[in-house]
């Protein structure tokens, strides 16, 4: 198969280089600003974005693009937007003109947290933030164009790529003798190297897909603050690492209380086991230096 990553140089991106090689499949790698290895592609471009794919023979676009700053969206809302929402729509166009299926990336931030379980895809959505509006109208923009699509809402994605909060954890633990990080904001860690990996294995030839959204992050469920507190033990970084409230740092932006995400779908159409999140991270951190 022919596939199409765009946004080639954030940390999904990255994780998809990662497995090219050797994969049986073509990759086109493009990034807004051509890099080695990278076309340009910028997906705000609608003729860009048409020609582009219907140049290439694409069979798979996968959407790795993103304006992907929750407290910058706040200012400027209608970027957001532009990348997030208009833009998704001009690849759902361009997939639905090449007869290409579109895997787009969304968020466990189309929900506003106030759930007490797992939120199943058919959860009403309710963002909070500009950022959580924007992917949902992304998801909205896929749903209407009528292309052939994989929706996967994801969440809290770290990998040794590009900036994440295992790789700030990280270093933080490593210098300082303590730190606070919020304990009131509950959700499951995603190892970008696991939703790769997911995601490639739906485009076996064997495997029927139906368009649909589907929920995929690691299994578990932990805080920030556990996040944080498993880095610096796995690291053996002398730290203490402290809770605090959300309320104790307001950063200007509202985030779900509580956004894990219900996996049973993907478990049971596609017959799939997800790793924990304390497995992944032990993976993912005996990568970093
Ligand atoms: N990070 C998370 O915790 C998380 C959680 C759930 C879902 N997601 C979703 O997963 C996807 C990938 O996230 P990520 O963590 O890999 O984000 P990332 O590291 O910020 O990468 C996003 C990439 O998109 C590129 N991009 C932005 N505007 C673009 C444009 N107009 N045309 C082409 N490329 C553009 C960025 O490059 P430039 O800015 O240089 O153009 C960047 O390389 C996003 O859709 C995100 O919303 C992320």
Redesign the pocket.
């Known amino acids: 198969m022919k596939i199409l990553v765009?946004?080639a140089?954030?940390?999904?991106?990255m994780s998809f280089r990662e497995v090219a090689e050797g994969s049986g499949h073509e990759f086109l790698f493009t990034?807004?600003?051509p890099s080695e290895g990278t076309m340009k592609?910028?997906?705000?471009d609608a003729e860009e974005v048409s020609r582009v794919v219907a140049a290439e023979g694409t069979d798979v676009i996968i959407?790795?693009?993103?304006?992907?700053d929750v407290a910058k969206a706040e200012q400027e809302p209608d970027k957001a937007l532009k990348?997030?929402a208009e833009?998704v729509g001009y690849l759902a166009e361009a997939a639905r003109s090449a007869g290409a299926l579109l895997v787009h990336?969304?968020?466990?931030y189309v929900f506003d947290g106030r759930s007490g379980v797992p939120y199943a895809e058919d959860a009403q959505p309710a963002p909070l933030s500009a950022y959580g509006r924007s992917?949902l109208a992304g998801e909205t923009a896929v749903l209407a164009s009528g292309c052939r699509h994989l929706i996967i809402r994801?969440?809290?994605?770290y990998s040794v790529y590009?900036n994440?909060f295992v790789k700030t954890i990280y270093e933080k633990t490593a210098s300082q003798p303590v730190i606070k990080v919020v304990s009131d904001q509950i959700g499951t860690p995603t190892y970008a190297g696991d939703l790769v990996e997911f995601i490639m294995s739906l485009l076996e030839d064997d495997i029927e897909i139906k368009d649909g959204i589907y929920n995929y992050t690691n299994e578990g469920v932990c805080s920030w603050y556990d996040l944080a507190w498993e880095v610096c033990r796995l690291s053996g970084h002398l730290c203490d690492v402290l809770p605090c409230r959300t309320a104790d740092y307001p950063t200007g932006v509202e985030r779900p209380h509580f956004s894990v995400l219900d996996k049973t779908k993907v478990r049971e159409t596609f017959g799939i086991g997800i790793p924990h999140w304390a497995d992944s991270l032990r993976f993912c951190l005996s990568k970093f230096e």
């Open positions: 765009t946004g140089d954030g940390q999904l991106g990034s807004s600003v592609l910028d997906i705000t959407n790795c693009a993103g304006y992907t990348v997030n833009a990336i969304s968020t466990d992917k994801s969440a809290w994605l590009g994440n």
